[in-house]
């Protein structure tokens, strides 16, 4: 059986045929696999929507009949442009290919043909059987919206049906946890058009947001972080000295700052180090621990922005740390435990570690980059974790060991990253005098843990379908009353609880004991706690989970209760 990505590929050519065949007009683009499928971008002359989509599923099953195996065809440049004379998108890879000293190769299967590398499955009739095509989108053409924008159609393909049916199932349950609906649904966050992918966080994602910062900044102490706040606009010449306006200039917001050229800042190092350069530096002042939640900016493609998952204005829980080179395999296992603290202990996520090598365009010495390559990878053997190269995926600044937590729904997210950088304190001339009395340059590490709080968020929010754990709950507690009678004492105990540090609120609307049950439970609340004559009287409450199971304890057992269950961070 082929592998995913040559059975996805292989199904992009199949869509492919489709559309050729319904739309022969269309112009092909490129239709490559990705991590849950394929797609293949195209040129309509006529709009298409999602409804065309089983049309084409129909064209895709009657075409994969006659397709018994994929042929491949060595071709000149002058036999690829001749093929292709009327699609330009084709003749711009060809160029692109020949002038890379690429050979070109046409695949045939059935009656279609297409300009491709490779990389296909073996008998198409009898493997390309499970596939469904998913949604369509709007793509620019090579990525850049300086170039026409495409129709994107999304698919997927598996080797057997039961593994297709769970993936399709797993696509059902993530639009009920879709984190746009349920951040309306539970009040937590909003958009507006006058700022376009920055999030406006209302009180109940804004608890959040504080709760999880408040998380941190007490392992930091622990941990030996000292925060900083530092500035959100800087000079062209700090982006300069640092590689940014070289490497990374087109991700920026460039302004004028006293009539010249200033950007908003993307990331936080060059900064970091400005404060390190404050005062003279010796071995014994390190290693140095920056830790900083100041607002980022990145000028991301108004057509990727995302819900809270791709936005342009967010928050690290970013750090900095600079270390001899004496220091840098403890404080890399330090950051290391840190990640695996959070991850494992106190989220109970599953993930996996990928070490992401030196990209085409980077800076430095190679040798230098060779060197903390051959660190990171030696770390991580050391410590028995198993990782995986992710070649040409570093920073441009340095390798970097990144961290994909896996979900409920077993979807893999980027999250936190460590960073070894040469690079950066020796291009602002940063030191330290070491031991032999003499300056030496600094090694800096760049690591977050959660990364984008923002993204993180919407992480949690479909993980936990908007259930959150109780520390984490914007209400962790509604007290309902059963009549008008029982108001005032509910609101006594809210305030007693309250004042002990838990977040109550108080449900006495003149509605139904069920319907409030009801509006709670849609809400996801913790715990519900009902008053009438009975409780009133005894002082034994009637406590409901989120499970729907009821209990019956008094007031100081139940605060005992959750009191410990936050304390404990219990998932």
């Known amino acids: 059986m082929a592998n995913l990505d040559a059975l996805r590929h292989s199904a992009a050519h199949l869509l492919a045929a489709a559309v050729i065949k319904l739309w022969p007009d269309a112009k092909r683009t490129i239709g490559p696999p990705i991590e849950d499928g394929f797609y293949y971008d195209f040129e309509f002359s006529v709009p298409i929507t999602e409804a065309d989509l089983p049309k084409i599923e129909k064209a895709m099953k009657e075409i994969l009949q006659t397709w018994k195996k994929f042929e491949k065809q060595e071709v000149s440049v002058q036999e690829a442009k001749k093929e292709f004379k009327d699609n330009l998108y084709k003749l711009e890879l060809i160029d692109e290919f020949a002038k890379e000293g690429q050979s070109l190769t046409v695949y045939q299967s059935g009656g279609y043909r297409d300009l491709c590398r490779g990389g296909h499955v073996e008998n198409p009739s009898k493997e390309l059987q499970h596939f469904k095509l998913l949604k369509v989108a709007g793509a620019y053409w090579r990525g850049s919206e300086k170039n026409k924008m495409l129709t994107r159609i999304y698919g997927t393909a598996f080797p057997t049906k039961e593994e297709l049916q769970e993936y399709l199932t797993n696509i059902e349950e993530a639009k009920k946890r879709d984190h746009r609906i349920l951040g309306k649904q539970l009040d937590l966050f909003s958009f507006n058009e006058v700022s376009p992918g920055s999030v406006f966080f209302h009180p109940k994602g804004a608890i959040i947001y504080n709760e999880l910062m408040a998380f941190l900044r007490k392992e930091y102490k622990k941990r030996g972080y000292q925060e900083v706040i530092t500035p959100t606009i800087y000079d062209k010449s700090l982006w300069e000295t640092s590689g940014h306006w070289e490497h990374y200039k087109e991700n920026m917001f460039v302004l004028k700052m006293d009539g010249k050229d200033a950007s908003l800042k993307p990331m936080n190092c060059p900064s970091h180090i400005l404060l390190y350069k404050t005062s003279l530096k010796s071995y014994k002042n390190l290693p140095l621990r920056i830790a900083d939640f100041a607002p980022l900016h990145r000028n991301e493609l108004r057509g990727v922005l995302g819900g809270l998952t791709r936005v342009r204005r967010f928050s690290q829980d970013d750090a900095h740390i600079f270390v001899t080179e004496e220091q840098l395999e403890q404080e890399l296992n330090n950051v290391i435990d840190f990640v695996k603290y959070v991850y494992s202990d106190v989220f109970k996520f599953e993930y996996s570690v990928n070490l992401s090598t030196k990209p085409e365009k980077a800076m430095g010495d190679p040798d230098l980059w060779k060197k903390a390559e051959k660190v990171l990878a030696e770390v991580l053997e050391k410590k028995k974790i198993p990782f995986k190269i992710n070649p040409g995926d570093g920073a441009f600044y340095g390798p970097k060991i990144d961290i994909q937590l896996k979900d409920a729904l077993k979807r893999n997210h980027q999250v936190a990253t460590i960073q070894l950088d040469f690079q950066t304190p020796s291009r602002f001339e940063a030191t330290y005098e070491g031991k032999d009395g003499k300056k030496h340059t600094p090694i800096m590490i760049h690591r977050a843990i959660l990364g984008s709080l923002e993204r993180f968020i919407g992480i949690l929010i479909e993980h936990f379908e908007g259930k959150f754990p109780t520390w984490l709950a914007p209400v962790q507690v509604v007290i309902m009353t059963i009549a008008d009678r029982h ?55 009637a406590i409901r989970t989120r499970d729907n199971k009821v209990q019956t304890m008094n007031k100081a057992e139940f605060l005992n209760q959750i009191q410990k269950e936050i304390k404990e961070k219990a998932c």
């Open 487 to 541: 108001s005032a004492f509910a609101k006594k105990i809210a305030e007693e609880w309250n004042e002990e540090g838990l977040r109550v609120e108080v449900d006495d609307r003149a509605e139904s004991i069920g319907k409030k049950v009801r509006d709670n439970q849609m809400l996801k609340i913790n715990y519900l706690v009902t008053i009438g004559d009975k409780e009133m009287e005894s002082g034994n409450l």
